[in-house]
C-alpha cells in the first residue's frame, strides 16, 4: 500500500508523541515544562536562531531536533556549564545561523554600514533638492497682474 498524507502525517504525530513520553519516562522534562523563565536556557533557546527553521528563534521551531537542543541547552544549565560556554559550543556546532543579527566585524560589518551608508546618502539627496527648488523658486519672475496695468 503506497503511504498516503494521510498515513505519513499521523506517523510523524505518533512519532513526535513517543518522543516525548519517552523523555517523560526517562525522567527529562519536556522543553515544554522544563523551561525556567528565570534561568539563562530559556533566554537562550528565545534569543538564537533554529538551523531548522529558516526565520524561527529555537524555541519556536516546531522540529524534533529543536526540541532536542532546547532539552540539551536545559540540561547543560543544569550541570552547571556557563551561558557563554554552552553558546560557544552551539556556535562551534551549528556557525553564525543561530545569530539573529551579525557581527558587527568583517563581513557582518557591512549589514551595518550599508544601510547607514544608504540613510546617509539619502538625506544628503533630499537636503539637495531643497537647495535647488529653493533656488528656482527664487529665480523665478513674479508675474504681474494685468489689472494693475489698467
Given at each position: 500500500?503506497?503511504?498516503?498524507?494521510?498515513?505519513?502525517?499521523?506517523?510523524?504525530?505518533?512519532?513526535?508523541?513517543?518522543?516525548?513520553?519517552?523523555?517523560?519516562?526517562?525522567?527529562?522534562?519536556?522543553?515544554?515544562?522544563?523551561?525556567?523563565?528565570?534561568?539563562?536556557?530559556?533566554?537562550?533557546?528565545?534569543?538564537?536562531?533554529?538551523?531548522?527553521?529558516?526565520?524561527?528563534?529555537?524555541s519556536d521551531c516546531p522540529s524534533t531536533p529543536a526540541a532536542e537542543l532546547r532539552?540539551?541547552?536545559?540540561?547543560?544549565?543544569?550541570?552547571?556549564?556557563?551561558?557563554?560556554?554552552?553558546?560557544?559550543?552551539?556556535?562551534?556546532?551549528?556557525?553564525?545561523?543561530?545569530?539573529?543579527?551579525?557581527?558587527?566585524?568583517?563581513?557582518?560589518?557591512?549589514?551595518?554600514?550599508?544601510?547607514?551608508?544608504?540613510?546617509?546618502?539619502?538625506?544628503?539627496?533630499?537636503?539637495?533638492?531643497?537647495?535647488?527648488?529653493?533656488?528656482s523658486a527664487q529665480a523665478l519672475p513674479v508675474p504681474s497682474d494685468p489689472q494693475d496695468s489698467?
Open positions: 500500500m503506497k503511504p498516503t498524507l494521510t498515513t505519513t502525517t499521523t506517523a510523524r504525530a505518533l512519532s513526535g508523541l513517543v518522543f516525548f513520553v519517552q523523555l517523560a519516562l526517562l525522567g527529562v522534562p519536556t522543553p515544554l515544562a522544563a523551561e525556567d523563565p528565570d534561568g539563562w536556557s530559556y533566554r537562550l533557546a528565545h534569543e538564537i536562531m533554529s538551523p531548522w527553521c529558516p526565520g524561527l528563534s529555537l532539552v540539551w541547552i536545559i540540561e547543560q544549565e543544569r550541570h552547571g556549564r556557563t551561558r557563554s560556554e554552552t553558546e560557544a559550543l552551539l556556535l562551534e556546532s551549528y556557525g553564525d545561523t543561530l545569530r539573529q543579527t551579525p557581527e558587527p566585524q568583517g563581513a557582518g560589518l557591512l549589514a551595518y554600514a550599508i544601510p547607514a551608508l544608504a540613510l546617509l546618502l539619502g538625506g544628503v539627496a533630499v537636503a539637495i533638492l531643497f537647495h535647488r527648488a529653493g533656488r489698467a
